[in-house]
């Protein structure tokens, strides 16, 4: 049974390389990031489009006396930001 190879020491490593290291890390970090805001953003507008859709049913099962569900529906409800006008 061999023992495990020790860890190099930045010492031995030339510096060089400890910069190639830190950068392909810099470019890794970035490319997770992005590809996790990506799917993010994907799980909230697919959110978003089920949300409509119940609002839209929901809106035309109550009849037009409902006037709250259908500015739900349409964009205006409490789910939205108001925009000074």
Known sequence: MTAPLPAPSLSLVRPSTVVDLL??????SQQTARRNAMLGAT?????????????????SAAGPAASGATATATGTGLGQIATPG
């Open 23 to 28: 950068q392909r890390w810099a470019v890794s």
């Open 43 to 59: 799980e909230c507008a697919a959110r978003r489009a089920v949300r409509l859709d119940v609002d839209t049913y929901l809106a």
